[in-house]
């Protein structure tokens, strides 16, 4: 069963921008984390960035204290920010890039040029006990240096898929690039996750890529939580990812 993990920072997104610097607000993001898993999501995903423009330093303690399915902490291989997860002890971190002026996080990890640094981070939190997965472009280069870092996911940008995907032809291009990574990165025993820009229209055709254990959703949930209450929009979605042969 292909496993759905929310990525809850456009929860605190929507706090922040009337609550920042405040030690309260709404909406919650530990509150909707909960409403997400009572909905049957399989994980709850945020993003503590080194700017803390949405999720704060509270918002992942009190997440670890109460999540029961599978904590996700994405992050820079920050110094900050390493040490800080290395005392929370998520189930897994997920290494992403991080760039001040970004929206959201644009591209994939450079893990060829980062190898040292990234496998030195993999090892630390793998001694914690804590997995790793590295956020990726769909390449052949970073998923044999994904391999060779040693992590144990890979989570595959989905971003250039859903990008294009009102483009029949270069939504193709994508789309097999990244059931061409997939199965690179299973011959290489690395697990497989995907995420970034994926919603209710472009989910039916991801069912292609093969080997997919979990997908990290956020903004289209959120959105879509807006007009229909968050629990139809995890119900929703676990529904467009039912069937899925793997
Ligand atoms: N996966 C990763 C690594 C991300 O950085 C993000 C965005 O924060 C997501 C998944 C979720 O993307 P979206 O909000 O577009 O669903």
């Not at 897994?92 to 893990?111: H, K, N, Q, S, Y």
Request: charged share 25%.
């Amino acid at each position: 069963m292909l496993k759905l993990g929310v990525n809850i920072d456009h929860v605190a997104t929507l706090r922040e921008a009337r609550y920042r610097g405040r030690d309260h607000g709404e909406p919650d993001p530990v509150a909707a984390a909960l409403a997400c898993e009572a909905a049957g999501a399989h994980g709850i995903t945020a993003h503590l960035r080194e700017d803390r423009r949405h999720i704060v330093d509270r918002d992942v303690w009190k997440l670890r204290e109460v999540i029961q399915t599978r904590l996700n902490l994405e992050m820079a291989n920050a110094p900050e920010i390493v040490a800080i997860a290395l005392k929370l002890k998520p189930d897994i971190v997920c290494l992403v890039p991080e760039r001040r002026l970004e929206v959201t996080t644009e591209g994939g990890l450079d893990v060829v040029a980062n190898e040292r640094a990234l496998s030195e981070t993999r090892k630390r939190m793998n001694d914690a006990g804590i997995e790793v997965s590295l956020f990726i472009t769909p390449t052949p280069s970073q998923i044999e240096a994904s391999a060779f870092v040693g992590a144990q996911f890979i989570e595959l940008h989905t971003g250039a898929y859903a990008e294009h995907f009102a483009d029949p032809e270069a939504r193709q291009v994508e789309l097999e690039r990244l059931i061409a990574a997939a199965k690179q990165a299973h011959q290489l025993s690395l697990k497989v996750n995907a995420g970034h820009g994926l919603n209710y229209e472009n989910l039916a055709l991801l069912h292609r890529v093969p080997h997919m254990i979990e997908l990290n959703i956020g903004h289209s949930l959120v959105s879509r939580a807006v007009t229909v209450g968050l629990a139809n929009a995890v119900t929703e979605m676990l529904r467009l990812m039912e069937g899925y042969r793997g």
